[in-house]
Structures are given as C-alpha cells and as structure tokens.
C-alpha cells in the first residue's frame, strides 16, 4: 500500500495548506484491509468507521473492507475512528500535522470549506482532529484551537463534524478537566440545539468459540475496484511442513493517532494534568490457562502484543503505549486467557515493552514431540495426555 503524502505549500495569505485533493482514477482515501479487525477475527465485531461515514462509502464483512471510490468523500472521519489504522488519507498524515503546528501555542485550523483565511493551517475535514491527536499537540505546547469551517457543517458534503467536535471536547475535559483542558473555541451559536456525541464505547466484544480462529483462511480485501487477496492457504500448508519452529506474523503496525500521544507524553515535562483514572490506554494480562498457542502476538494489528520466539521457548510481550483496545486479542484466545484493565499511572504507558508469558520449550517422551508445558509437572504434550486418558479409561473398563 502506497505510504502517506504530506503536500506542504504557502499561499499568499500565509496558511498551510494540506493538500487532499482525489488521487487520478480513484478517491483520497486508502485501505489497508489486512489490519482489519473483523477480517483478523473473522468476525463482524467492529463498525466504527461505517457509524460515522456519512456517504455509506464503506461496506464490512468477515472477509472484506470495501470502499465505493463513487461515494467516498474523502473526509477522513474513519481514520482517527479505526482502532488498527487501516484507513489513511492522500494528503494528511497526523506526525506530519503536529510538526507543522511547531508547538505554537494558539492555532487557527481551517477545514477545507473554509480556506479564505489570513493564517493558521488547513486540514481536508475537522473531523481528523480526535481528542488523542489534539492532547499530542497539547503535550507539544500548543493550549488553543480555534476551529473555523464548523459554520458550513450542515451543508457539507463531506458531513457535519460539530458533534464530533463537541466529543472531542468533551473527551479532552474528561481526560484534563475543565480548567486544565486544552481550549477548542467553538462558535457558541454552532452548540445551540447539537446533540452531544456520544462516546466510543469501551464494551467488551463479543466472545469467540473457544476451538476457532487459530488459523486465518482466505481473506480478501477489495479497495474500490482494486482487490487485494491474502495467500493465507498456501502460508498453511508451508506452516504445516515447517513443523513447531515456524511461525507466522501477521502485518503489525502502530496506529498514529495512540503511539504519538505516547511519543509526546515521553518528551513532556512536567507531565500532562491526566485525571485519575482518566489515562485512556488499557493493559493486558495473561493467566495461567493460556496454553501457548501464541495467537494473540500473531495477530495483533499494532504490534502492542508481539511473539518472543528463541532457541528455549516461546512467549508473548505486550507494549501497552501501542495497544488501541481493539479486543481481538480476547477474541481470538482460544482459553479465555487474556485480560484487560484500565492503566492509572502514565508511567505504566511509556514503559518499556515486559513478557506477560514465557514457556520453556520441552519434548514430549512419548512421541518426542516439541511442545510448550503449561505447568512443571506437566511432561507430555497434550495429544498424548488425551491418549494416556483414553488408554486409562480402556483399561479400568477392561479390569472391571
């Protein structure tokens, strides 16, 4: 998948301008479906960026993230949405949008309705800025955001971004409180008679059959017309011959929006004024019924949960600064294994990436098989610990 652009230019009335304009042929906005949620867990589970696409551009299903380039608007309301990062948009990246705010401490934001302005920055939507990517360029020293466009709202094409906006507001007060919080000055004429948004819900996802999901099959991603397919049968049968020693990861990579308000927390002095309990990352941990099949590391999209595979064993480490909360890794564990809990401590979230579970490779005597104990006492894999059972069971049925 081509990588962000960033198009950069002064025009006469001093703005910058992020240039979004439709790629030749298609639309702004690009896919990369392998990161999907649902195709990851083979599950309709997540609908985040259908919810908020306002021209029904976007379509989801167990096996593909499809895109009608006819009706895409191009506004970028599913980036920040996704919690992978499978959308990015021509045009803007939000690294590069931080770095041209160069810490300025009062802004001026224009959406590109609204570029007649004598200074400040254009973005192609408001709907790009969230309350992660406004909190970074608050860790970075910016305190004031005056937003301008929101007045063209209920016209536009590419929707109306004013409740996303108050969310957004709402959100960064309930992170920072009211009077520490970074300001988004809002025309207060735009409030009157708006529903506040609601927040994104932090349920948990559905659980998955205990027995599915260890292998990923055919998945097809389609991105307007152009479909993109995944190999995984072939990938199978290479597992297959390739015996306990091969493993296979899935594409991982970190969502900008989350591992860039991690990177501005780690160089802000003094801390940012969090609320207790208001820190949004959530942890993970791994009890003792995990069984080492280290699914959960394989297919991580942000790469927060990742396979440590050496000469003596196997485990799973976790880098909590990455993790989105997307909940496949609770999906896709085979044991109910997996746990999540809410981070209090900042501390917690910039530090260093720490094993949550490590098993020391051993052989099995019976038919001298590698496998992962889960216990000391615990000496044959468990295909033969079923065999030994039904051996058992044959024989005190036999003496009897």
């Known amino acids: 998948m081509a990588k962000h652009h960033l198009s950069v230019r002064l ?5 910058k301008h992020f240039n979004s304009d439709a790629l030749s042929g298609g639309t702004a906005l690009s896919i990369d479906g392998k990161l999907c949620v649902n195709l990851r ?9 259908t919810n908020l696409c306002v021209s029904s551009a976007l379509q989801l299903s167990e096996d ?9 608007t191009a506004c970028g309301a599913c980036l920040p949405a996704c919690p992978t990062g499978v959308f990015s948009l021509h045009g803007f990246s939000p ?27 254009s973005i192609p939507c408001l709907y790009l800025l969230d309350a992660r990517l406004t909190a970074a360029a608050f860790a970075a020293g910016t305190r004031v955001f005056h937003l301008a466009g929101l007045h063209h709202c209920a016209q536009c094409d590419k929707g109306n971004a004013i409740n996303h906006i108050i969310a957004t507001h709402n959100r960064l007060t309930q ?5 520490s919080a970074p300001q988004m000055i809002i025309p207060t004429t735009l409030l009157t008679g708006q529903k506040k948004a609601h927040h994104r819900h932090e349920e948990q996802l559905p659980q998955m059959s205990r027995r599915q ?12 017309a152009n479909p993109c397919s995944i190999p995984d049968e072939e990938d199978d049968t290479l597992r297959s011959s390739q ?20 990177e501005k927390m780690t160089k802000k002095i003094p801390e940012l004024p969090w609320i207790a309990n208001e820190i949004p990352w959530y942890g993970r941990a791994i009890n003792s019924e995990c069984n080492g099949c280290l699914v959960c590391g394989q297919r991580c999209p942000t790469g927060a949960l990742q396979v440590e595979h050496t000469d003596t064993g196997r485990g799973i480490s976790f880098k909590t600064e990455l993790c989105t909360d997307c909940g496949l890794c609770a999906q896709v564990c085979p044991m109910d294994a997996i746990k999540r809990y809410k981070i209090k401590d900042m501390a917690e979230v910039i530090a260093p990436r720490s094993v949550l579970m490590y098993r020391h490779h051993s052989t099995c005597p019976r038919c001298a098989g590698d496998f992962l104990p889960q216990t000391e006492e615990e000496t044959l894999c468990s295909a033969c610990q079923n065999e030994q059972a039904l051996e058992n069971e044959w024989l005190t049925q036999w003496i009897q």
């Open 175 to 179: 992170w920072f409180g009211v009077d």
């Open 11 to 15: 025009i006469e009335n001093n703005q």
């Open 243 to 262: 015996g306990f020693n091969h493993l296979s990861i899935e594409h991982q990579r970190p969502v900008e929006y989350q591992s860039l308000l991690a």
């Open 213 to 224: 999901f260890l292998q990923q099959a055919g998945l097809r991603i389609v991105t307007g």
């Open 95 to 121: 690294s590069h949008f931080l770095d041209e705010l160069n810490n300025h401490g009062e802004v001026h934001i224009h959406c590109s309705a609204s570029t007649g302005k004598s200074e400040g920055f």
């Open 64 to 72: 593909t993230v499809t895109l009608n380039a006819d009706k895409c």
């Open 41 to 49: 867990g083979r599950n309709l589970s997540c609908t985040a960026c």
